[in-house]
Structures are given as structure tokens and as C-alpha cells.
């Protein structure tokens, strides 16, 4: 599975990209929680304090399959490894689906050291997105693949049991005739 990065810089503060990413449905933190006013406001004026922003696209080819809350959490992984060793770098992002290729739009901020990438450091967020986005895919495949087989056996077994059930009633005559000592009555 093939994921596509970019990613650009700018120097000066994030204000016009958080409020581009914030068109669609909203902005959320690094804990996958809707930004309020106030936090959205804090991270501005903190890019403002560094003078720097970074951002930062990341598209599976399966991100239609994807649910946000994957295509959320799978992002959160991705840029939480990226600004592991960057003290100063935080990020928020949006998960847009206005193209043909849904896709998160992140933008960071911190210092122009911490959010500096040359080529090398490119390929690697590229490889580490591949790798989360197909790992977590194959995993959500397997288990996919693991309750349908559950279901389907379920589904069979009930078939089998309702089957066996069917044949019983067969089996007994639907209309016994009643028995002989019945029929004549108390002897006299």
C-alpha cells in the first residue's frame, strides 16, 4: 500500500493554515480531541512565537476505507513518532475528504530546528506513514477476515442445529392415531 506525503515550511506564524485545515469539520490535538477556541488561539500564538510552521499531508491509497476515527488515530501515531525526539514541535491536523483522495493535513510548530527535514528525514516519515497506515490496515483486514469467518460459522452452525430441529418434527407423525386402549374406554 502505497501512502503519499508532502510537506512545506513556512516562516512566519500558523494562523492562515490552522484556519484553512479548520474549514471542513474541525481541528483536533494530539489527543484526537476537537480543539476549542481557546486551545486553536494558543497554538497560533504559540507558531507566532517561533516564527515557524511546518506542514504536512499525509494520503493513503486506502484512506476511503478508512473511518476517522482510524484515519485519526493512525495520523496521531505517525506525527507522535515524528515529534518524539523534537522538543518543541506540537501539532494539530484535520482529516479532509473534499478531494478524491482523502487525506489529514497536519500543521506543526516549534522551532525551526525542531521542524526542520531535509530529504532523509522526508523518506522517513513517508516510510513511517506506509508502515503505520499498512500495518494497521493488514491488522483491521485480519480482523475483519477473523469476525466474518466467526460469523459465518455461527451462521452455519444455527443452519445446522434449525436443520436438525426441521428433521426431528419430521420424524414424528404429525397426526398419531390415538392409542388403541384410548380409543375403547375404560373396560367394563
Not at 494530539?30 to 510552521?53: L, P, Q, W
Not at 511546518?54 to 515524528?82: A, C, H, K, W
Not at 528525514?121 to 490496515?137: G, I, K, W
Not at 466467526?150 to 428433521?167: P, V
Amino acid at each position: 500500500m502505497k501512502v503519499f506525503t508532502d510537506t512545506n515550511y513556512r516562516e512566519h506564524g500558523a494562523r492562515n493554515l490552522v484556519e484553512y485545515l479548520d474549514k471542513e469539520k474541525g481541528l483536533e490535538n494530539r489527543a484526537g480531541e476537537e480543539m476549542s477556541d481557546e486551545e486553536i488561539e494558543a497554538f497560533i500564538e504559540k507558531s507566532e512565537e517561533y516564527e515557524f510552521e511546518r506542514e504536512v499531508i499525509i494520503s493513503p491509497e486506502n484512506g476511503t476505507d478508512l473511518s476517522d476515527d482510524q484515519f485519526s488515530l493512525y495520523t496521531r501515531q505517525v506525527m507522535s513518532e515524528f515529534c518524539k525526539d523534537r522538543n518543541t514541535a506540537t501539532y494539530c491536523y484535520a482529516i479532509h475528504r473534499d478531494t478524491d483522495h482523502p487525506h489529514a493535513q497536519v500543521a506543526l510548530t516549534g522551532t525551526k530546528r525542531d521542524l526542520w527535514m531535509d530529504k532523509e528525514d522526508c523518506e522517513q516519515l513517508r516510510e513511517r506513514a506506509q508502515e503505520q497506515f499498512h500495518d494497521q490496515h493488514r491488522e483491521l483486514t485480519r480482523d475483519l477476515s477473523h469476525q466474518f469467518e466467526q460469523t459465518l460459522q455461527h451462521d452455519a452452525t444455527h443452519e445446522l442445529e434449525a436443520e436438525s430441529d426441521r428433521d426431528i418434527d419430521h420424524d414424528q407423525d404429525p397426526d398419531p392415531e390415538p392409542d388403541q386402549a384410548q380409543a375403547q374406554g375404560p373396560e367394563s
